[in-house]
């Protein structure tokens, strides 16, 4: 690791050219379109070229690799001269939903804090990101390994982005993930298997219930099956950095009318599972409870639909060079080794199929709020802790 280098190089990072990079990519709506096709305001693809304009002009070779139409990631490359390891820098160009936040797309900057959707989450880090490769392009820095700075489509929704990198490439050897975490080193988060539970009976007039099957009643002796889940969570081994996996019951709908007893009744259900936990895992849990309860009451019928929701849990080693790279980098920027940390919420780190960290500027707390900003200082920061860890780990 070349201090002198760092040193000079960091003079490169200009807080004002970061203040407005940042703020003009809030300006591009991008919001995930979920399942409906990417129309005005779903316009990830405004992000991939803005990304793609900005990375030429600091001299990348930049590539879009279509996910799904319009719908693309997008790549640039800086080739090192020599070296066989290969960093990505990664983040995603598609933002939370902007209902009921008139303000979304104001872009304000009060206080030292910039304001909008994507302010954090996590278009920070991708300022940031720039930032680095124009500091690396303006000095005419040659790296011996390669980096590439990937803006990735679709995370809010199905990971969809990073899902087509684990499957078909670009390859790195190391990955980081600008994701809020107030410049915390993240290399574990839990995951997470949500899914609809179904009772099924039979209708019925109300005054004759007797002659009916009621299904909230039967989901009444699910709920209760599950009433010691979290604490039976609790009991096991934690997660050195995850803790507990835990579960709660979300969302439940049945019922036609007062006057009917009910022939359907459904139950949404949220499981956040620890690394070594998966969807097979989990259902086998919910079976064994509901299964108990049906030992009781042979007439329980039911059914756990498909995953409405499966994501992977990240666990990479501590010891991972791009780990140690990191928190080295955080001593140079704060003087204070930050150890490691899990990430709150799920990303797209277990997907792209290589040892992938978490660490970006701004806060969990703010993202997907409608009051959602990141501290310019700290988006500073984090391109100097990026920079250094590029040089640390292709220098
Ligand atoms: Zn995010």
New binding site residues.
Partial sequence: MNKALYEELKKGIDPSWIRRVLQEMILIRSENPFHDPPETGFREKEMADYLADRMSGHGLRVEQREVRPSRPNVFGYIDGAGGDVTLMLAG?IDTARTAGYPDAYESKFEDGKIYGRGAC??KAALAAYLAVVKALNEAGCKLRGNLIVCGNMD??FQMLGSKAIGRDGPRADHGIIG??TGLQVCPSNKGRVSTKIITRGRAAHSSVPEQGVNAIVAMARIIRAFEDYNDELLSRPPHPLCGHGRFTPGVIRGGVQVNTVPDFCELEVDRRTLPGENRESVYVEFRRRIEKARAEDSTLAYEITEPTWLIAPNDISPKEPVVEALRRAHVAVYDRDPGVQAFPAA?DAPYMGFPTVICGPGSIAQ?HTTCEFVELEEVVDAAKIYLHAVLDLLG
């Fill in positions: 995603h989450d996590m995370e809010e994701e809020p990303a993202a």
